[in-house]
């Protein structure tokens, strides 16, 4: 990377930052009309990037269920270690053409889009499979970036982009690279939605296997650092999906999560434990161990600059350990449960019941699970 794409890169993250947290929605113009607003779902074309990834699949299925017509683009090879093939992607998204491009190559995803009927709206799922440097870059910011241009290129008239609300007080690369791009999303050229989702229920089942096998729920702190409203992948999906049509999410950042309380680390120990008919077993350590990992790695990196992204690594499992995934309250300097909006039905302690019953089917962490964590937000 040169030093002019870094100056770039700080100027587009001040843009976005400036207004990264403005509950529960942003304060930008709405347009006043989809161009396509008038035509049934079943005339509206939906491409969809990211198609294979956790909510991506989801959001295809939604799609074709409310049936508009679904472009999904995969790589050649997807899925959790690249282990699918795209005749595995064309059964598992029945009703969707699948698409082969790689979305890192600006020509190959314009190559993409020109091979069909151009779509109304472009929904971007794409996320970075680590979190870690050069991949949030390549990926959350770069990629993004490719799908912006290939979208305007073939005349799409709305974009939608799942981000994350964690963005909202960025100190992680990922973060840094998200906003850069919500910052380009929003100059204009077409319409766009925001979504902000707070954690997803994978991304709370890191220790699932831990309870059910006799160990103990570990935290950081007093179990009571950080909260968050989690969404089902279900929920998710059909509120991306809304924002396809609604004009009332258009040119807005949205925050999102699902119903019900705020719950802490302690609160979803309590609702794991009673799923597995345990007695609760729970360890809390000092966020100080991590800081000490950190500490050493970035003094490491120095001689061996291998080992930034480890402590990259490092800085993701301490911000989920102590950051909330709810509405960032810059006046009152808090995050503001009340001021999260809720969407959906679908609750943690269902899902926990399930898992108990039916196992983690369809919810491995993959390559994305830092310290158990699984960067979903």
Same mark, same amino acid.
């Given at each position: 990377?040169?030093?002019?794409?870094?100056?770039?890169?700080?100027?587009?993250?001040?843009?976005?930052?400036?207004?990264?947290?403005?509950?529960?929605?942003?304060?930008?113009?709405?347009?006043?009309?989809?161009?396509?607003?008038?035509?049934?779902?079943?005339?509206?074309?939906?491409?969809?990037?990211?198609?294979?990834?956790?909510?991506?699949?989801?959001?295809?299925?939604?799609?074709?269920?409310?049936?508009?017509?679904?472009?999904?683009?995969?790589?050649?090879?997807?899925?959790?270690?690249?282990?699918?093939?795209?005749?595995?992607?064309?059964?598992?998204?029945?009703?969707?053409?699948?698409?082969?491009?790689?979305?890192?190559?600006?020509?190959?995803?314009?190559?993409?889009?020109?091979?069909?009927?151009?779509?109304?709206?472009?929904?971007?799922?794409?996320?970075?499979?680590?979190?870690?440097?050069?991949?949030?870059?390549?990926?959350?910011?770069?990629?993004?970036?490719?799908?912006?241009?290939?979208?305007?290129?073939?005349?799409?008239?709305?974009?939608?982009?799942?981000?994350?609300?964690?963005?909202?007080?960025?100190?992680?690369?990922?973060?840094?690279?998200?906003?850069?791009?919500?910052?380009?999303?929003?100059?204009?050229?077409?319409?766009?939605?925001?979504?902000?989702?707070?954690?997803?229920?994978?991304?709370?089942?890191?220790?699932?296997?831990?309870?059910?096998?006799?160990?103990?729920?570990?935290?950081?702190?007093?179990?009571?650092?950080?909260?968050?409203?989690?969404?089902?992948?279900?929920?998710? =999906?059909?509120?991306?999906?809304?924002?396809? &049509?609604? !004009? +009332?999410?258009? #040119? $807005? /950042?949205?925050?999102? @999560?699902?119903? *019900?309380?705020?719950?802490?680390?302690?609160?979803?120990?309590?609702?794991?434990?009673?799923?597995?008919?345990?007695?609760?077993?729970?360890?809390?350590?000092?966020?100080?161990?991590?800081?000490?990992?950190?500490?050493?790695?970035?003094?490491?990196?120095?001689?061996?600059?291998?080992?930034?992204?480890?402590?990259?690594?490092?800085?993701?499992?301490?911000?989920?350990?102590?950051?909330?995934?709810?509405?960032?309250?810059?006046?009152?300097?808090?995050?503001?449960?009340? =001021?999260?909006?809720?969407?959906?039905?679908? &609750?943690? !302690? +269902?899902?926990? #019941? $399930? /898992?108990?019953?039916? @196992?983690?089917? *369809?919810?491995?962490?993959?390559?994305?699970?830092?310290?158990?964590?699984?960067?979903?937000?």
């Amino acid at each position: 990377m040169t030093s002019t794409r870094h100056g770039t890169r700080r100027s587009l993250l001040s843009l976005a930052t400036a207004g990264a947290a403005p509950p529960p929605a942003s304060r930008e113009p709405h347009a006043a009309k989809l161009s396509y607003a008038d035509l049934s779902p079943a005339e509206v074309r939906v491409a969809v990037l990211g198609a294979t990834g956790y909510i991506g699949r989801f959001v295809v299925l939604e799609l074709v269920k409310r049936g508009f017509q679904v472009l999904a683009v995969t790589r050649p090879s997807s899925g959790i270690g690249s282990k699918q093939k795209v005749s595995d992607v064309e059964k598992a998204l029945e009703g969707a053409t699948v698409a082969v491009a790689d979305v890192t190559d600006p020509a190959d995803l314009e190559r993409c889009f020109s091979e069909h009927p151009a779509p109304h709206a472009v929904v971007s799922c794409l996320a970075s499979r680590t979190g870690g440097i050069a991949d949030s870059w390549a990926v959350d910011h770069d990629a993004n970036v490719n799908a912006l241009r290939a979208a305007r290129a073939v005349g799409a008239a709305h974009f939608v982009l799942l981000s994350a609300i964690c963005v909202q007080r960025p100190s992680l690369e990922f973060q840094r690279a998200k906003l850069a791009f919500e910052a380009k999303l929003r100059e204009g050229g077409t319409s766009w939605s925001i979504v902000r989702p707070t954690a997803f229920f994978k991304s709370l089942a890191g220790q699932v296997e831990l309870v059910a096998t006799g160990k103990p729920y570990v935290w950081f702190g007093d179990g009571r650092l950080a909260a968050c409203k989690p969404i089902s992948e279900a929920d998710l =999906a059909s509120y991306i999906a809304d924002c396809v &049509t609604d !004009e +009332a999410r258009v #040119n $807005r /950042v949205l925050p999102i @999560g699902g119903p *019900g309380r705020a719950l802490t680390p302690r609160d979803q120990a309590q609702l794991l434990f009673k799923a597995f008919g345990k007695k609760e077993w729970t360890l809390g350590l000092p966020v100080g161990i991590m800081d000490g990992v950190i500490g050493i790695l970035d003094l490491l990196a120095k001689p061996f600059p291998g080992l930034k992204e480890a402590a990259e690594f490092g800085r993701i499992g301490r911000y989920y350990a102590t950051e909330s995934m709810l509405v960032w309250d810059e006046k009152e300097g808090r995050y503001d449960a009340d =001021a999260t909006p809720e969407y959906g039905s679908d &609750t943690l !302690e +269902a899902f926990f #019941n $399930r /898992v108990a019953r039916e @196992g983690l089917a *369809g919810q491995e962490l993959g390559d994305q699970a830092v310290f158990n964590i699984n960067r979903g937000t």
